[in-house]
């Protein structure tokens, strides 16, 4: 263990050193298990964490050692279950404990700021942050396949899919709360302005909706159906992929069969509040 680590919280000027280093840890651990960088280069990791570490509904530290930035960590506190990530650490320092404090910090956060849960997604390949969540005490909760393409069909029967407005959050909200027992509404909220949110409605309901059908959007639906439409509204996601539930065996098959391809394994993680949807889901790369 490096000594005199320090953990203090995120500025925005630090952004520039945490991009590089989270491009750099990112693209080595994949680039050695043959799979493509999460992020394409480290402007777009630093842009990320520049917008990141000035948002309140985010908490974000960085590991500290003789006055350098070895690493860092964020957790979206916009619902009532939090979510975490993107957190690396220096390539050169990995293995020595950084990212263990990196983790207690967020999760202390968590248990002060009464959360009721904390989740994250881990790729599957990587041993070592595996290891240190469930040593951490959280549980695996699902296996997903990061999915990228275009399907062929175009749309689906019986579904409409069009951009969500302010008037249909109490809806989207309600679904959520159905379907996963909470919502995310601010996260919504923050689409909709955005203008990358949208929702699915069958006859005069709204059946399903999406943050952003990207990596860092959360969808949720009634059924695949309402899934099916979202996914084939349009000609590619943003960043790696969407994550499917690959539990959710006919969804899967549904994207294969539609042309989707596989980019890589990933696993859902939890501790505190978890309770199995009981409807459609894609979680973001948060959770
Ligand atoms: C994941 C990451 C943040 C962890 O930070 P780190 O400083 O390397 O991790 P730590 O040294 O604090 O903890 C690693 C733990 O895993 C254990 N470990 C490592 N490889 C292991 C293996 N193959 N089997 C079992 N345990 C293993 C270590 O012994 C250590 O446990 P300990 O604290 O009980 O000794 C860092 O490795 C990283 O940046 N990786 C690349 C980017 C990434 O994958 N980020 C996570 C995205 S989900």
Avoid: K
């Avoid at 296996?143 to 989207?172: F, H, K, N, Y």
């Amino acid at each position: 263990m490096p000594s005199n680590v320090t953990i203090r919280p995120a500025r925005p000027d630090d952004s520039a050193a945490c991009g590089q280093i989270c491009y750099q840890a990112f693209s080595s651990i994949s680039t050695a298990h043959g799979f493509p960088p999460d992020f394409p280069g480290p402007d777009v990791a630093s842009g990320l964490f520049s917008s990141l570490f000035s948002d309140h509904g985010f908490y974000a530290v960085v590991a500290e050692c003789g006055g350098r930035i070895i690493g860092s960590n964020v957790m979206d506190e916009r619902a009532v279950v939090r979510g975490v990530g993107p957190i690396t650490v220096d390539p050169g320092i990995q293995n020595s404990g950084v990212g263990r404090q990196l983790m207690q910090a967020v999760m202390d956060r968590a248990t002060q700021t009464g959360a009721a849960g904390v989740r994250l997604v881990q790729a599957a390949f990587h041993n070592r942050s595996l290891s240190l969540y469930a040593s951490l005490g959280f549980d695996i909760r699902e296996p997903l396949s990061c999915m990228q393409g275009r399907t062929r069909e175009r749309s689906m029967p019986g579904c409409t899919v069009r951009s969500a407005r302010p008037v249909d959050e109490d809806a989207c909200n309600e679904l959520s709360r159905h379907i996963h027992g909470f919502d995310r509404g601010a996260e919504l909220a923050q689409a909709i302005e955005r203008g990358t949110a949208l929702v699915v409605q069958r006859g005069d309901r709204i059946t399903g909706y999406t943050t952003e059908l990207a990596f860092f959007g959360h969808s949720t639906g009634e059924t695949n159906l309402d899934l099916q439409a979202l996914i084939t509204s349009t000609d590619g996601f943003g960043g790696p992929g969407i994550l499917v539930p690959s539990r959710n065996n006919a969804l899967f098959r549904w994207c294969l069969a539609n042309g989707l391809r596989v980019v890589q394994p990933m696993t859902l993680m939890s501790v505190g509040l978890y309770g199995e949807p009981s409807g459609a889901w894609l979680p973001s790369i948060l959770f």
